[in-house]
């Protein structure tokens, strides 16, 4: 939910929308002349996803933009890059992002017996247990392929994404930019991979223009929650409404 902040600097009115929770994005509307702005008081919420990280030099830096914004995301991890990235995602549970599996070695989960199932998914689960504590975990299957398996033993919520960047197809931060700031919706989980420097250029600057337009940034659990919906373990969540 959203709430009214004003300001006054030298006759000129500030509005600045604050997100309500644990995530918090502060657009500002300057408004002269007797002009009158309506705000919404409840912004549009979208969430940003990061694949196949982490990876130590995007990463890191996509982690210092979305700081510098107050912006929370939702990664995905691999996990066979957690044990040389340690800090990085000590960083990632400080700072309020969410943190989620993308199996351990980003193979097709579909077609695994259970034993293959669980070495991909489990495996990273208790790296990520061992180096965080406990925790949901939730899962997104890699290439977003999945079956009836995958949802019955995922043991937790199945986030996939209403809007595909394809940040790795064309590496182009403004193509990406433009594509996104012109199909985004409230309620849009989009993905991102944040081993590209490309896409954290794009993912920044889509925060900044959504900012600017009264959007407010969350987790993906934190949308759902924003949204009244109960997470459920083996269920797939794209947008939510």
């Not at 997100?19 to 509307?29: D, H, K, N, Q, W």
């Not at 949901?136 to 996939?160: F, H, K, T």
Request: with cysteine; proline share 5%; charged share 20%.
């Amino acid at each position: 939910m959203g709430k009214r902040v004003l300001f006054y600097i030298l006759g000129t009115l500030l509005i600045g929308v604050t997100c309500m929770g644990l995530y918090a994005s502060t657009p500002f509307v300057t408004a002269g002349g007797g002009t009158m702005v309506t705000i919404p008081d409840t912004p549009p919420v979208v969430a940003l996803t990061f694949d196949d990280g982490p990876r130590a030099d995007t990463t890191l830096r996509l982690l210092d933009g979305l700081a510098l914004r107050e912006v929370p995301a939702t990664f995905f991890l691999v996990g066979e890059f957690i044990s040389e990235n340690k800090p990085l995602i000590r960083r990632m549970a400080a700072e309020g992002h969410q943190i989620g599996v993308h199996s351990y070695s980003h193979i097709r989960l579909t077609g695994l017996s259970r034993e293959e199932f669980d070495s991909e998914v489990d495996q990273t689960r208790q790296e990520l247990t061992n180096l965080l504590g406990k925790g949901d975990y939730w899962l997104r299957p890699p290439y977003g392929i999945i079956d009836e398996s995958v949802q019955a033993w995922a043991d937790s919520p199945v986030v996939l994404w209403s809007l595909d960047t394809l940040d790795w197809e064309s590496k182009n931060a403004e193509r990406i930019a433009n594509q996104v700031v012109q199909q985004v919706q409230d309620g849009d989980i989009l993905l991102f991979h944040d081993i590209y420097d490309s896409s954290v250029d794009a993912a920044l600057r889509i925060v900044d223009v959504l900012t600017q337009r009264g959007y407010c940034f969350a987790t993906v659990e934190q949308l759902l929650q924003d949204k009244g919906v109960t997470p459920e373990k083996g269920i797939l969540y794209r947008r939510i409404q």
